[in-house]
């Protein structure tokens, strides 16, 4: 038995020398501690050998087990170690090698509409804003005038994380509290009128079909000043989407509830395809809904720290949240929404920029 674990112990040892990675060395790991490895066979070897030798051979292969334990263990962590070490001084690469459709990569579809809106709002004077996917219940709600309990709720489900009170933002509009208090003093000091566009991922509860996502994108706009009324939202939409449409649109606004803006309304555009006369696309009304928006109402003006409790009308704003999604969907011609977060680069290489 001795010679039989210094032969093992010294094959053991070569091996291990030799093993450069974490699956060669689970490999040797198999090949003497699994069920079927050579430690194994010698506890089998142990019944047949004479029972006054049987307590010291049962020693001497535990005392084996465990010195190849050990030496497995340690040389692991050396390997894991080097491993990450090698990510972090990136001298892992990918293969360059690799052949692949696209030499050049392309951008994801809802990236270049987000580009081009992002310049026709900077051209128009507005700053581009990010903000968080995880936000609170105050800036998703309750700053937006929709309390906790109401029933306005129900429009948005969202997914709540374990820590209290943090959510994923289920729509753009969750960053007008803190836009208000970023833009808000320059907007009272010095008359600098807040004009500014958030674009963002946001999630909601949904069953995914070819029209709902439970993770989608949106851009909100908020513009406050003194006598900001409803022309201004009018002709700002106006302008905006006939730069992404490359063409002069006609739009009307229909009354629509949001708890956030009163007056609230939905923007339509006249359908592109058949110019208002009616057609499958516009499932024959002449208009698409495209971007809901309003008056931004006095209550989040006031939760913002725009208007003080003297003077509720101080500053008037407006404030949209166009779906950046849909409107990708409708740019393109996408006709399912699943598209964008599946992955398959055979569909979403084939947007390039203008
Ligand atoms: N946040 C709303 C939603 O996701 C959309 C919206 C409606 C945004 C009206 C606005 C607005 O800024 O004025 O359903």
């Not at 790991?29 to 089998?44: E, V």
């Not at 992002?118 to 968080?132: K, R, T």
């Not at 209550?299 to 949209?320: Q, R, W």
Request: charge should be negative; proline fraction near 5%; hydrophobic fraction near 35%.
């Amino acid at each position: 038995m001795k010679d039989k674990i210094e032969a093992l112990r010294s094959k053991f040892s070569s091996e291990l020398k030799t093993v450069a990675d974490l699956s060669s060395l689970e490999e040797l790991r198999q090949t003497f501690m699994s069920k079927k490895g050579a430690i194994q066979d010698l506890m089998k070897e142990l019944g047949k050998i004479p029972n006054d030798q049987k307590k010291d051979a049962g020693q001497m292969i535990n005392s084996f087990k465990q010195e190849v334990n050990e030496h497995f263990e340690a040389r692991k962590k050396e390997l894991e170690e080097l491993a990450l070490k090698a990510l972090l001084d990136h001298t892992e690469s990918y293969d360059d090698s690799m052949p692949t459709g696209n030499p050049c990569g392309s951008y994801h579809p809802i990236t270049l509409i987000q580009r081009e809106l992002e310049d026709i709002f900077e051209s128009m004077g507005f700053d581009v804003e990010d903000y968080n996917e995880i936000v609170d219940d105050y800036n998703c709600f309750e700053a937006l005038n929709i309390p906790k309990f109401h029933p306005a709720r129900d429009m948005q489900d969202t997914y709540y994380l374990t820590t209290p009170n943090q959510l994923l933002k289920s729509h753009t509009s969750a960053a007008q509290n803190t836009i208000m208090r970023k833009y808000g003093d320059k907007l009272k000091k010095y008359g600098r009128p807040i004009r500014a566009v958030f674009p963002g991922r946001c999630f909601r509860n949904e069953a995914i079909d070819a029209c709902h996502e439970n993770t989608f994108f949106q851009m909100e706009g908020v513009m406050i000043d003194k006598d900001i009324s409803i022309s201004n939202l009018i002709y700002f939409m106006k302008t905006m989407l006939s730069e992404v449409f490359e063409r002069d649109v006609t739009v009307r606004l229909r009354p629509g509830f949001f708890p956030f803006v009163e007056p609230g309304f939905e923007l339509d555009i006249q359908c592109l395809i058949c110019g208002g006369d009616g057609c499958p696309s516009c499932k024959n009304s002449g208009w698409l809904e495209l971007c809901p928006c309003g008056m931004i109402h006095p209550n989040v003006l006031k939760h913002g720290g725009i208007n003080s409790e003297e003077d509720p009308f101080e500053y008037t704003g407006f404030a949209f949240g166009l779906g950046l999604t849909r409107l990708a969907m409708m740019k393109y011609g996408v006709g399912d929404i699943r598209v964008f977060n599946d992955g398959d680069l055979s569909a979403l290489s084939q947007f390039v920029s203008r």
